[in-house]
């Protein structure tokens, strides 16, 4: 007969706390309320300092370490920060509770150590996908960047792999639950022979995999936003996040302000050709004051962006996730690419035009378009959405799938 614990439970999400001051909290916000409403308290844990070779990780992340003094964005107030110095401190912190953790880390080399902890320490995970997003076309490697490209693919996609094994043979954790908007990986796993025996027998990294509808449709079931065609609606991509540098390096300065001079210019087009004043959104990642110099014509905002996507008569973008919201909503989409972009960058910024099947557009080549025939081709390709809107958000016509989540963790790992 199995003894019952005396430890309280408790949630929590893992995670650094790079990613949660630079607005993880404020993507997810609609789960993370139902979450503070439906928990007393959750904690937050930094994994900077638990990570294998955490000094190396911060140099190949280019992240500076952060402390319990963090502005964490559209943080509630019964979230608490617990930031590990090291495995003692996590152990210690661990020793009178149980622990189910929203994972937000990967399954990277510099992980390793992290997800042996949380294994040791016999921590359960679960994962929650329910941005609608398709995932990306993968990363290729680039001569000039080459020693950039080894060290990624080598943190990326072969620990990937090892990760899942380790994890099999019962020395890292798996995921519990992933919950998953996202109807195709089911399907894919079940028409696979290899992939179902493999997921039934629970060889996956997800023992089990959920699907829920995505934040998208739970946040425009449940809020009633105002919909108009007043603006053309830019969601900006910085060319020198923290994503792209590890692949490529930092572009200089000279390149960036000649990308954003193309970009104004073909903004400038769009706003006179169409006749709507144009705004710029940017992730909450961003800085707000660097971004307004390369706008100086044009208001530029964030924390906006949905109520802005529902305002739009016309979004470009260049990669951004918040475009789901666009395609759910049928608006006019145009993707983006410059010339001072790496290969990468670009397909990235082409895949999701391509897979959902909306205009592709270079800011300097096809800078002389045609007014009536650009028109013409955004408004046909809106018939074109439903298969992504069926697929990424809509599994379950009618129900919340935030309030499934929160409802699922609660009957499975929190029940007395």
Do not use: W
């Amino acid at each position: 007969m199995t003894e019952k614990s005396d430890k309280k439970k408790y949630l929590g999400i893992i995670s650094s706390f790079v990613n949660l001051k630079n607005g993880n909290l404020q993507i997810h916000k609609n789960l993370i309320d139902i979450i503070s409403k439906s928990f007393e308290s959750v904690y937050l844990i930094n994994d900077q300092h638990l990570r294998l070779l955490p000094d190396l990780a911060k140099r190949v992340y280019f992240e500076e370490y952060e402390n319990e003094d963090v502005e964490i964005p559209f943080k509630p107030n019964n979230f608490y920060l617990f930031n590990p110095k090291n495995s003692r401190e996590f152990k210690s912190f661990c020793e009178n509770k149980e622990l189910v953790l929203i994972n937000n880390i990967g399954k990277h080399f510099f992980d390793l150590k992290t997800l042996y902890l949380l294994k040791k320490n016999k921590v359960k995970l679960i994962q929650i996908m329910n941005l609608g997003v398709m995932k990306s076309d993968y990363e290729r490697p680039l001569i000039r960047y080459f020693k950039n490209y080894l060290i990624f693919h080598f943190n990326q996609t072969i620990f990937k792999k090892i990760t899942v094994f380790l994890s099999n043979i019962k020395i890292l954790p798996k995921i519990e639950i992933r919950f998953l908007s996202d109807k195709t990986v089911l399907e894919s796993i079940f028409k696979n022979k290899v992939k179902k025996f493999l997921y039934l027998n629970k060889f996956l990294y997800p023992k089990e995999i959920i699907e829920v509808n995505s934040r998208t449709y739970d946040i425009f079931s449940k809020e009633k936003f105002e919909l108009s065609e007043d603006y053309i609606v830019h969601l900006d991509a910085g060319l020198n996040i923290r994503h792209e540098k590890q692949l490529r390096g930092e572009l200089s300065n000279d390149l960036v302000i000649k990308h954003y001079e193309k970009l104004n210019k073909f903004l400038k087009k769009l706003s006179f050709e169409f006749g709507k004043k144009v705004i710029i959104t940017i992730h909450p990642a961003y800085d707000l004051i660097e971004h307004k110099k390369y706008f100086s014509d044009y208001e530029v905002v964030k924390f906006k962006t949905r109520e802005l996507i529902s305002k739009a008569f016309l979004v470009t973008h260049f990669d951004s996730s918040a475009v789901t919201d666009a395609i759910f909503l049928k608006k006019r989409l145009m993707s983006f690419e410059s010339n001072y972009m790496s290969t990468n960058e670009r397909i990235h910024s082409r895949y999701s035009s391509t897979k959902v099947g909306y205009l592709h557009q270079n800011i300097e080549s096809d800078y002389n378009f045609d007014k009536k025939n650009i028109l013409k081709e955004l408004d046909s390709n809106i018939k074109n959405y439903n298969d992504y809107i069926s697929k990424f958000h809509i599994i379950n016509p009618g129900e919340n799938g935030a309030e499934k989540i929160v409802r699922i963790i609660k009957d499975r790992f929190f029940k007395k």
